[in-house]
């Protein structure tokens, strides 16, 4: 039953985060960098920070809980990682939500999954950890049907079509940068690893282990925001883009804004059930370890169910339709094969 109750806690964060892009369409007059900018105030500082507070046992404060150890590591982690978040923006800007989200998420999952689990000393050849390198296998597997699925569909759509569903869509280019995104996204799960001693610091103290995760993941959001942030302002300079915050009138300020807050909740939803979610996955080691490619591959799921209600695989052929599907059934499956092995 705990099982069954973490896995849905984890794929409601999911779906959050899978919707997290929608508001993107919402936002009126700000360019990509100054949308990400402030979205990513609350995706990367606002609400991570109000979520770690909520570790805090009575008589501590954060920064004696970073004090146990790991918090430096978890931040240079987030710094590669904001790489990826960055980059993870561009390919939704040139693939779409469905397509930019399957590529980078999928790639994100294998390498989130077996990086901690080899820097852990894993035996991936071997007992759990071959079950853990079959499940991330099955997961490539489903983001490469997914992957031609996509191809399929440029092929077949105009020039026309495509701008219709993508404003600014670029094949090359967005798988390009989908895969360096899904690599560097991938050291968000090392920065989680690292940030270990925090956790188990706050558990000693008396925090709930729905919550004891909840401080690394601040620090490691910190880190990519100061990436994404030196970045974002950089366009601004270059594109003179900056006055865009200002210059807008007060009621586009204030829906920006809003839609930017929303963005930003919904995308913290994922690492926010995944730590509760990883809290009753802890009798089962091997589900416990294949978290991080769960939630990836419920992304992946979850964005192209938007992806199909945004229209942007409208026109594409039943066939093309069918082998998303086929895809999406692989990943789920991946889940399925890995928990009956668990059991």
């Not at 569903?165 to 920065?191: E, I, P, Q, R, Y």
């Not at 690292?194 to 401080?215: C, D, F, S, V």
């Not at 594109?239 to 009138?249: A, C, I, P, R």
Request: hydrophobic residues 50%; charged residues 10%; positive net charge.
């Amino acid at each position: 039953m705990n099982t069954l109750i973490g896995l849905l806690i984890i794929a409601i964060g999911s779906f959050g985060q899978s919707s997290s892009y929608v508001p993107i369409n919402k936002v009126k007059k700000w360019s990509w960098e100054s949308f990400w900018l402030v979205q990513g105030i609350f995706a990367w500082l606002v609400f991570p920070l109000l979520g770690a507070l909520l570790a805090v046992p009575s008589g501590s404060t954060l920064p004696e809980l970073w004090s146990s150890g790991g918090a430096l590591p978890a931040i240079i982690y987030g710094i590669l990682w904001g790489v990826g978040g960055l980059t993870f923006g561009l390919s939704m800007r040139y693939l779409g939500v469905a397509l930019g989200q399957s590529i980078s998420l999928g790639t994100c999952a294998a390498f989130g999954t077996l990086f901690p689990a080899l820097f852990g000393g894993t035996d991936l050849l071997h007992g759990a950890g071959l079950m853990l390198l079959i499940g991330v296998c099955i997961t490539l597997a489903g983001i490469a049907v997914i992957g031609y699925a996509g191809s399929l569909r440029s092929r077949n759509m105009s020039e026309e079509e495509k701008k219709a569903a993508v404003k600014d869509f670029a094949l090359t280019k967005g798988l390009l940068v989908a895969l360096l995104a899904g690599v560097m996204s991938a050291c968000f799960a090392l920065g989680l690893d690292a940030g270990t001693p925090i956790k188990e610091a706050a558990l000693e103290k008396g925090t709930a282990p729905l919550y004891a995760g909840l401080p690394v993941i601040f620090l490691v959001t910190l880190g990519g925001f100061c990436t994404n942030a030196a970045y974002c302002i950089q366009q601004n300079l270059k594109n003179n883009t900056g006055k865009e915050y200002l210059s807008v009138n007060k009621s586009t300020f204030t829906n920006n804004l809003l839609y930017c807050a929303l963005a930003g909740v919904l995308w913290y939803s994922q690492f926010f059930g995944l730590e509760m979610g990883k809290s009753f996955l802890t009798e089962s080691p091997i589900l416990l370890a294949f978290s991080w490619s769960i939630l990836m591959s419920l992304n992946v799921t979850f964005s192209n169910v938007w992806g199909i209600l945004l229209k942007e695989w409208k026109g594409c052929s039943a066939s093309t339709i069918g082998i998303l599907l086929l895809g999406l059934a692989v990943l789920i499956a991946s889940i399925i094969v890995v928990a009956i092995a668990q059991a």
